[in-house]
């Protein structure tokens, strides 16, 4: 029973360092979410299809 709670506390302590990081994080993805798109799709359309790629269609 002691170990439990000891884990439990363990758990507890991590959640609470890790909820805010974890909240930034989703905050910065969102943030940037179209600059990603925009890049992946900036890259798409420069890039050619490898011949690997090509020669399977």
Known sequence: MIAATR???????LGRDLGPR???LVTWVDRHTSTIHAAK?????????????????
């Open 41 to 57: 799709a900036a890259y798409d359309a420069n890039t050619p299809i490898p011949p690997a790629v090509a020669n399977r269609r």
């Open 7 to 13: 884990l439990r506390k363990g758990i507890d302590a």
């Open 22 to 24: 974890l909240k930034d």
